[in-house]
Structures are given as structure tokens and as C-alpha cells.
């Protein structure tokens, strides 16, 4: 069996960000997930897009199997102290570890994933990712942030 894993990102719907900050998304605990629309703000979110809609075109024309993978943010130094944002889109080092684990041996033909750690604050949902892949994350960026994990 032959399987692509693409690192996409996030930001192919990272237009909902601001909308959603705007709303109050804490208050509301709004969750993007694998079913809206893509709304990419650069040529960067685009060109996932595009990744993503090659990988789609080959499992449907040829049966590659792809899965794609909404990637949150990832740092060398794997402290969501670095910037605020991080509290709501850190995915840590164990976590990207064990996803892509779980990736090559899940029984997923094609799927798009958010690949983001299980941070209190996060805005997108996860739940197809623990449901279809069996993804367990161990981390959540709040308690990093006020020390309360250590890892």
C-alpha cells in the first residue's frame, strides 16, 4: 500500500481566524472544522489548497492513499510561552509524533485532518482526528503556559 501523508497547514482556513476573534470564539467555543470551506489569506494558505486538492484527484483517480494534515504550530523549542497565539495552536513535539505514527498505520484511505495538540483555547476541531486516526494527544498549551505540565 502506498500512502502520501501531506503536511498542510492550517492556514488554508485561516480566514475564520479573525472572524471568529471577532465573534468571541472563547465565548462561544466556535470549532473550525474539516467540513467548512477553505478560506485562505496568502499565497501560502493557497498552495495547501492546492496540495490538498492533488491529493484528493489522485486517491479518486488512482487510489493513492492520502491523508492530509492540517498542521497547528510546531517550534524548535516546543514552548507555547513563545507567543500568545500558541495557546490555541501549539501541537507539540510528542503530539506530532505520535499523529504521524498513527497516520501510516491507520486503515484511512483519504482524510483531512487538524493536526493541533488538545489546547484549551484551540479553535479547531479535533474530533475527526481522535475519531478516525485514534489520536490521543498529551498536551495542552494552558497548562504549559502557567506551568502546570511538564513534559
Same mark, same amino acid.
Given at each position: 500500500?502506498?500512502?502520501i501523508i501531506l503536511a498542510s497547514s492550517n492556514q488554508v482556513t485561516n480566514g $475564520? /481566524?479573525?472572524f471568529i476573534n471577532r465573534l468571541g470564539w472563547q465565548e462561544y467555543k466556535i470549532m @473550525?472544522? !474539516?467540513?467548512?470551506p477553505v478560506w485562505p489569506v496568502s $499565497? $501560502?494558505?493557497?498552495?495547501?489548497?492546492?496540495?490538498?486538492a492533488i491529493a484528493r484527484f489522485y486517491y479518486e483517480t488512482s487510489g493513492l492513499e492520502s491523508i492530509c494534515l492540517r498542521i497547528g504550530s510546531v517550534s524548535k523549542a516546543d514552548?507555547? *510561552?513563545?507567543? &500568545?497565539r500558541l495557546l490555541s495552536t501549539w501541537f507539540c513535539h510528542k503530539d506530532v509524533a505520535?499523529? #504521524?505514527? *498513527?497516520? @501510516? @498505520?491507520?486503515?484511512?484511505s483519504f482524510g483531512i485532518y487538524y493536526a493541533v495538540s488538545n489546547n484549551k483555547d484551540? #479553535?479547531?476541531d479535533i474530533s475527526? !482526528? @481522535?475519531?478516525?486516526?485514534? $489520536? /490521543? &494527544?498529551?498536551?495542552?498549551? &494552558?497548562?504549559?503556559? #502557567?506551568?502546570?505540565? &511538564?513534559?
Amino acid at each position: 500500500m502506498k500512502r502520501i501523508i501531506l503536511a498542510s497547514s492550517n492556514q488554508v482556513t485561516n480566514g $475564520y /481566524e479573525s472572524f471568529i476573534n471577532r465573534l468571541g470564539w472563547q465565548e462561544y467555543k466556535i470549532m @473550525i472544522n !474539516t467540513r467548512y470551506p477553505v478560506w485562505p489569506v496568502s $499565497y $501560502y494558505g493557497i498552495s495547501k489548497v492546492y496540495g490538498e486538492a492533488i491529493a484528493r484527484f489522485y486517491y479518486e483517480t488512482s487510489g493513492l492513499e492520502s491523508i492530509c494534515l492540517r498542521i497547528g504550530s510546531v517550534s524548535k523549542a516546543d514552548d507555547p *510561552k513563545e507567543y &500568545s497565539r500558541l495557546l490555541s495552536t501549539w501541537f507539540c513535539h510528542k503530539d506530532v509524533a505520535q499523529l #504521524f505514527k *498513527k497516520n @501510516i @498505520i491507520s486503515n484511512v484511505s483519504f482524510g483531512i485532518y487538524y493536526a493541533v495538540s488538545n489546547n484549551k483555547d484551540r #479553535f479547531w476541531d479535533i474530533s475527526n !482526528t @481522535i475519531h478516525d486516526l485514534g $489520536y /490521543e &494527544s498529551v498536551c495542552d498549551a &494552558s497548562l504549559m503556559y #502557567f506551568g502546570c505540565l &511538564s513534559l
